[in-house]
């Protein structure tokens, strides 16, 4: 088994009394693993990460990135962030920029262009920040976040306010920087893109981890999608064969909670018995389905959460 | 501290706000210093005695070269450097590029005490920028006047620029520590403005003896006016005034860059980066 490189043990984070930002938050994330934080917005993501990048003091509970205390220089020389939006010098260009952080990082400037090329800025490079669109910047945010070259890479909502084209940029920008030996902690609304690149998922909820697992851990069990006529009678049948507890109504559709392999076995019982089958689908429940259920949003299971398979 | 401090001089030698204030100081400066004056000497009415304007022209000659730069500093100059202080470490937090920076390593210490050693090296282009148009504008009027260019001392040019690198460094230090303590540069400003100009009146109202008085020559403007009267005794700018002696005005002066970078410091490590 991999090492632990991020562990946090009972962290949190108050401002006065009132507003508990982190809650005796723990998480152990292993080297080359890619994590997905996930939580609505105020869970007390950005604030988890910017105690485990030592830009905010926690209020208690202790950590260690990469073998290192939370909040020490030595903690994060290998380890790369970008931190809600990216914020750079607006007069300076996009390269200049890396180079002055370079300088702080103690890196070679021959890294800046290295990380240039990585993130497909080099063209644009000698423009000012301030004439970047929202997805340049972003990228150049990665650039800065390269630097190093980080054994961890911690990515704080990497997409927020791109297009669909900035978000497709980043989604793959994002699947190239994945190597075995690195690891990812990467929190993100883009919860189709978690879906498909992250190992394991972590969902926040008022500052307390309310889920942890792989992202089939938290999608559930998959289901079964039946539209027949007449509806009474096949819900009967499907309630003899599987019992109740695994048969809704939603909709006018009869929705199984079975595994979507004994498709065929309903479908024979349905058609012997005279129903009309319109329609059988598996379904399985999306990973947004289960982040919401789990952050109790109102949401419609059916029509938007379910994904075909 | 040297990597930070390097970034640091990159940062700002770049920065279009760095040479604005250059040039608006320095203009400011010679405008009351040489362009004025000399617009009153040059142009005679019967409001300006000859004597009068012969001590106009002996203020703008080489000799008293010093003398007329240095009294703008403790003030005018002082207002400028707080103002570029107070921008310098604001502007970080306005432009939420601390956390771009900080997440890099350096370390906070490094990042700031390099950032505090650049302001003080950039003062000295504050200074000389005025002192080199100074420098410029009393050769001319010797020129045009035809007056003898006797310069001053090696020494007292020493002096001159040590004391006004010293206001100045002072000053855009306060401006940073109030940046630092209100975690922005736009209130950081107002405020440093109001306390000039709260402490100018104060020691006007002070009076020369008593308790308020001595509580006033403690102040940093009246140490700033101090040692700026001790090269100019007999200038009327507002502000310059020899209240207390040259030796104690500098101690005190080094006192306050001491502790503003000491607080900057320390409320620099204490507080959260958000």
Known sequence: MEPIVIEITNLSKRYGKQIVAVDGLNLAIRKGEIYGFLGPNGAGKTTTLRMLLGLVRPTSGTGKVLGKPLGTATGIARVGALVESPTFYPY??????????????????????????????????????????????????????????????ILDEPTNGLDPQGMAEMRALIRALRHSERTVLLSSHLLGEVEQICDRVGVIRHGRLIAEGTVADLRGQAKLLVRADPLEQAQRLAEQLYGTEHVQVIDGTLVLAIDPAQAPEIARVLVTAGVALSELQPVKRSLEAAFMELTEEEYDTVGKGERVL | MISSFVAEMDKLVRRPATWVLVAVWAFAAIAFVYITPYTKYATPSSSVSAAARQALLTGMLPEKMITGVIAGFPIFGGAIALIFGALVVGSEYGWGTLKTVLVQRPGRVRVLSGKLLALAVMQVVFVLAVFVLGALSSFIVAMVTHALVNWPEAGDFAQGLGAAWLIMTMWALLGALLATLLRGATLAVGLGLFYLLLELLFRNTAGPSGPLADLSRALPGSNAGALAGALAPSSSTPGVAAVVGTTQAVLVLAVYVGGFVLLSILLFLKRDVM
């Not at chain 1, 910047?137 to 070259?149: C, F, I, S, T, W």
């Open chain 1, 92 to 153: 300076l260009s996009g390269r200049r920029n890396l180079r002055i952080l370079a300088r702080y990082a103690g890196v070679p400037s021959s890294r800046v262009d290295a990380v240039l090329d990585q993130v497909e800025l080099t063209l644009r490079a000698g423009d000012t920040f301030k004439t970047y669109s929202l997805g340049m910047k972003q990228r150049l945010g990665v650039a800065a976040a390269l630097l190093k070259d980080p054994d961890v890479l």
